[in-house]
């Protein structure tokens, strides 16, 4: 005969005497639990089998806290009537089962959530007809072999109804007699079972009051990684776990949703046990326990180890508005933020350390504080941006920043000395001879020692970055823009900052100028349109802000195109006033006037009114084309109107032809002389009188071309 589970043979025992077999399975582990079936067959014919047998259900129990059985109406009921049992625990079961003398009713019940918090499953079971024992236990969907520790027993009592208990006094007395029989052997009955069930209970109890005996006197193991929690995505971790040395076999295992889930084994007599990961991923990341075998008992899990997974993410950004040199004593503060991605858990990691980090914040921007610091603080930090809901699921690590720690006494010692040099050198150069030669050479040990003086005492600032917007700062909605910032040619990385917020971040490429980085924005929207500013960090030290660079969007569609026109028209003379008027059918709050190349003319009107702009009296610099936007937002702005350009004529124009005549009639004669001046070359007075008619014609006619222009 066999016995298969899932399909998957387990055994097999032949016996040629009889038509039974046994088949011991044990010591019972989660992995034994299921459903099983067996099959016979004859030695002749071994893969000729009978038909399965009726399956049979193994629970294993006790791998979760037990929940608790109740009646709603009391436990002792009227013999017939239907009873409501409550099984309710805090673990986040989906199963309830309820079993009757330790036998399973029904395929049990789903969970549900009460108002209370706790999760509960209303059991209605079978008319009560005598007295019986109930309990309850709870299960997750997978495993659903692996049960809870039964709750304790709910005992029933059933009541037999007063009027059934009435005797007629025409019955005869032996019909009483067998009646006060009856009542005794029940009384008896109901006696053995209680001592049985005293017994029993008292048996299971010593047992695990001794197997948890015998657990206590094993050490818990310690479990921890070789190297670092924080492993990179792909990349290997070792794990030890560490028992005694009479421990013959070490399992890992990996914990979720409140289940153990054995991922290695190591066999031998050994104090310590090494698990390798080899591929660092979601599914490996986790929180893992180990524990160790001894005979046929098992030791307590130990204490978890938290292993996360990073590079899922883009990198953030590391940043800090103080020095990172400090003395023993102080604090500092660090700065945490992506502009890739929206995260609510950010975590700060030092460099070289064997457990996960303490400094965790939770928020959409990390903000960490350490301190008071001493020389243990120093070392490599960087932070990482997780979501909640995977917490050991990280992002790349941001840019590193490293943290020195001195001793306060020794670093005001060495201020002290350096200033008195720094100080001595000052006064050895005033004292130096005053010649040529020595002057220079003290203006540059001067220069040199200030130098020297401002570093040390932090007095040495870095120029501000200049920012600027390619095509332009006005960008139709839709299309790219490209954003610089140049600094200094020390520069390690810039950041670029929208409204105040840290937008990205950029190193200068070797290939390039280092002192300039420059941000692209793919598609220009209303929600990049705003205000930027940068800076950059040259080695310990950070720059102040840019100016303000305004990013403008045009052409958003819940604007109209306005329309504009000017009073009394395009073509004005000299000292005229003109008005402009700009339209939009939409409404607006604000409408703008550009003129090509200058800045902008401002006009508040709400609603559809139009708005106005005055200029005069007319000079030759107000000529040009002029476009007008409307807008609610200061960068946002609508399609640009027709262009209308201002013409202001020259008023001399009659005379300005009469000069072009005489010119060319100058150049008539001019022809004529120089013909006369070739053919008696000899005459000195005719050359001169030539070559200065030739500079006077040319004045007039460049003096006849400004006027025109």
Same mark, same amino acid.
């Given at each position: 005969?066999?016995?298969?589970?899932?399909?998957?043979?387990?055994?097999?025992?032949?016996?040629?005497?009889?038509?039974?077999?046994?088949?011991?399975?044990?010591?019972?582990?989660?992995?034994?639990?299921?459903?099983?079936?067996?099959?016979?067959?004859?030695?002749?014919?071994?893969?000729?089998?009978?038909?399965?047998?009726?399956?049979?259900?193994?629970? &294993?129990?006790?791998?979760?806290?037990?929940?608790?059985?109740?009646?709603?109406?009391?436990?002792?009921?009227?013999?017939?009537?239907?009873?409501?049992?409550?099984?309710?625990?805090?673990?986040?079961?989906?199963?309830?089962?309820?079993?009757?003398?330790?036998?399973?009713?029904?395929?049990?019940?789903?969970?549900?959530?009460?108002?209370?918090?706790?999760?509960?499953?209303?059991?209605?079971?079978?008319?009560?007809?005598?007295?019986?024992?109930?309990?309850?236990?709870?299960?997750?969907?997978?495993?659903?072999?692996?049960?809870?520790?039964?709750?304790?027993?709910?005992?029933?009592?059933?009541?037999?109804?007063?009027?059934?208990?009435?005797?007629?006094?025409?019955?005869?007395?032996?019909?009483?007699?067998?009646?006060?029989?009856?009542?005794?052997?029940?009384?008896?009955?109901?006696?053995?079972?209680?001592?049985?069930?005293?017994?029993?209970?008292?048996?299971?109890?010593?047992?695990?009051?001794?197997?948890?005996?015998?657990?206590?006197?094993?050490?818990?193991?310690?479990?921890?990684?070789?190297?670092?929690?924080?492993?990179?995505?792909?990349?290997?971790?070792?794990?030890?776990?560490?028992?005694?040395?009479?421990?013959?076999?070490?399992?890992?295992?990996?914990?979720?949703?409140?289940?153990?889930?054995?991922?290695?084994?190591?066999?031998?007599?050994?104090?310590?046990?090494?698990?390798?990961?080899?591929?660092?991923?979601?599914?490996?990341?986790?929180?893992?326990?180990?524990?160790?075998?001894?005979?046929?008992?098992?030791?307590?899990?130990?204490?978890?180890?938290?292993? @996360?997974?990073?590079?899922?993410?883009?990198?953030?950004?590391?940043?800090?508005?103080?020095?990172?040199?400090?003395?023993?004593?102080?604090?500092?503060?660090?700065?945490?933020?992506?502009?890739?991605?929206?995260?609510?858990?950010?975590?700060?990691?030092?460099?070289?350390?064997?457990?996960?980090?303490?400094?965790?914040?939770?928020?959409?921007?990390?903000?960490?504080?350490?301190?008071?610091?001493?020389?243990?603080?120093?070392?490599?930090?960087?932070?990482?941006?997780?979501?909640?809901?995977?917490?050991?699921?990280?992002?790349?690590?941001?840019?590193?920043?490293?943290?020195?720690?001195?001793?306060?006494?020794?670093?005001?010692?060495?201020?002290?000395?350096?200033?008195?040099?720094?100080?001595?050198?000052?006064?050895? @150069?005033?004292?130096?001879?005053?010649?040529?030669?020595?002057?220079?050479?003290?203006?540059?040990?001067?220069?040199?020692?200030?130098?020297?003086?401002?570093?040390?005492?932090?007095?040495?600032?870095?120029?501000?970055?200049?920012?600027?917007?390619?095509?332009?700062?006005?960008?139709?909605?839709?299309?790219?823009?490209?954003?610089?910032?140049?600094?200094?040619?020390?520069?390690?990385?810039?950041?670029?900052?929208?409204?105040?917020?840290?937008?990205?971040?950029?190193?200068?490429?070797?290939?390039?100028?280092?002192?300039?980085?420059?941000?692209?924005?793919?598609?220009?929207?209303?929600?990049?349109?705003?205000?930027?500013?940068?800076?950059?960090?040259?080695?310990?030290?950070?720059?102040?802000?840019?100016?303000?660079?305004?990013?403008?969007?045009?052409?958003?569609?819940?604007?109209?195109?306005?329309?504009?026109?000017?009073?009394?028209?395009?073509?004005?003379?000299?000292?005229?006033?003109?008005?402009?008027?700009?339209?939009?059918?939409?409404?607006?709050?604000?409408?703008?006037?550009?003129?090509?190349?200058?800045?902008?003319? &401002?006009?508040?009107?709400?609603?559809?009114?139009?708005?106005?702009?005055?200029?005069?009296?007319?000079?030759?610099?107000?000529?040009?084309?002029?476009?007008?936007?409307?807008?609610?937002?200061?960068?946002?702005?609508?399609?640009?109107?027709?262009?209308?350009?201002?013409?202001?004529?020259?008023?001399?124009?009659?005379?300005?032809?009469?000069?072009?005549?005489?010119?060319?009639?100058?150049?008539?004669?001019?022809?004529?002389?120089?013909?006369?001046?070739?053919?008696?070359?000899?005459?000195?007075?005719?050359?001169?009188? @030539?070559?200065?008619?030739?500079?006077?014609?040319?004045?007039?006619?460049?003096?006849?071309?400004?006027?025109?222009?």
């Amino acid at each position: 005969m066999g016995i298969n589970k899932d399909t998957f043979q387990l055994s097999a025992e032949y016996h040629f005497g009889g038509s039974n077999a046994n088949f011991p399975i044990g010591p019972m582990t989660p992995e034994h639990a299921g459903t099983y079936t067996c099959y016979g067959s004859y030695k002749h014919t071994p893969y000729e089998w009978s038909e399965s047998s009726d399956p049979v259900d193994i629970k &294993i129990t006790g791998l979760y806290k037990k929940p608790s059985l109740s009646a709603l109406m009391g436990t002792v009921e009227t013999s017939g009537e239907n009873m409501i049992l409550t099984c309710t625990s805090d673990y986040q079961f989906d199963m309830f089962h309820l079993s009757m003398k330790g036998l399973p009713l029904g395929h049990g019940l789903p969970a549900e959530q009460s108002h209370s918090g706790t999760f509960q499953a209303n059991f209605l079971p079978v008319p009560l007809i005598q007295t019986e024992t109930y309990r309850c236990y709870g299960s997750f969907r997978n495993p659903s072999h692996v049960w809870s520790s039964p709750s304790d027993p709910l005992y029933l009592s059933v009541s037999v109804n007063s009027s059934r208990n009435f005797t007629s006094s025409t019955e005869p007395d032996s019909k009483t007699d067998n009646h006060r029989t009856m009542n005794i052997l029940i009384g008896l009955s109901v006696t053995m079972m209680s001592v049985f069930l005293t017994i029993l209970l008292y048996s299971c109890c010593s047992a695990k009051k001794s197997k948890s005996q015998e657990q206590a006197q094993f050490p818990i193991p310690t479990i921890s990684a070789a190297t670092s929690p924080v492993v990179p995505w792909n990349g290997s971790v070792r794990i030890l776990c560490q028992g005694i040395p009479e421990a013959f076999l070490y399992q890992l295992s990996l914990m979720k949703n409140s289940t153990h889930t054995v991922i290695e084994k190591k066999l031998g007599f050994q104090k310590e046990a090494e698990f390798i990961i080899n591929h660092m991923n979601t599914t490996t990341a986790g929180c893992y326990q180990c524990q160790y075998r001894i005979k046929d008992h098992w030791s307590e899990y130990s204490k978890p180890l938290e292993l @996360v997974v990073t590079g899922l993410y883009n990198e953030p950004v590391l940043s800090t508005d103080q020095s990172r040199v400090l003395i023993a004593g102080e604090s500092i503060s660090f700065q945490c933020s992506s502009a890739h991605d929206l995260f609510n858990r950010f975590s700060l990691v030092k460099e070289g350390d064997a457990s996960l980090p303490q400094h965790q914040h939770e928020g959409y921007q990390g903000k960490f504080t350490l301190g008071p610091v001493n020389p243990n603080f120093a070392g490599n930090y960087s932070c990482y941006c997780w979501h909640n809901s995977s917490p050991y699921v990280w992002s790349a690590p941001s840019n590193a920043l490293e943290l020195i720690v001195t001793d306060s006494k020794k670093q005001g010692y060495m201020i002290e000395n350096s200033v008195r040099m720094s100080m001595a050198g000052l006064v050895l @150069v005033v004292l130096l001879p005053l010649d040529s030669v020595h002057t220079q050479v003290s203006i540059g040990l001067a220069s040199g020692m200030l130098r020297i003086l401002t570093a040390l005492l932090g007095l040495e600032s870095l120029q501000k970055p200049i920012i600027w917007a390619e095509p332009s700062t006005r960008v139709t909605n839709g299309n790219a823009v490209t954003i610089w910032c140049k600094g200094h040619h020390t520069a390690t990385h810039y950041q670029l900052y929208f409204e105040g917020s840290f937008s990205a971040l950029e190193r200068p490429k070797p290939s390039r100028a280092t002192n300039k980085v420059n941000f692209t924005i793919p598609q220009m929207t209303s929600h990049t349109a705003g205000k930027y500013t940068c800076c950059y960090q040259s080695g310990e030290r950070q720059s102040k802000s840019s100016k303000g660079l305004n990013l403008i969007v045009t052409g958003e569609c819940l604007y109209d195109t306005p329309n504009l026109w000017v009073h009394p028209g395009p073509e004005v003379t000299l000292g005229e006033n003109v008005t402009f008027f700009c339209h939009l059918d939409s409404g607006t709050s604000k409408f703008f006037l550009l003129k090509e190349g200058r800045s902008n003319h &401002i006009q508040h009107r709400l609603g559809t009114i139009k708005a106005e702009f005055p200029m005069g009296p007319m000079t030759r610099a107000h000529r040009g084309t002029y476009r007008c936007f409307g807008s609610y937002n200061d960068y946002v702005w609508s399609f640009p109107s027709k262009p209308v350009t201002l013409l202001i004529p020259v008023q001399a124009k009659s005379v300005c032809g009469l000069s072009i005549l005489c010119e060319l009639a100058s150049t008539y004669d001019l022809i004529f002389c120089s013909l006369l001046w070739v053919t008696d070359a000899d005459s000195l007075d005719m050359q001169c009188f @030539v070559y200065n008619m030739y500079i006077f014609c040319f004045a007039r006619l460049w003096l006849c071309y400004l006027d025109l222009t």
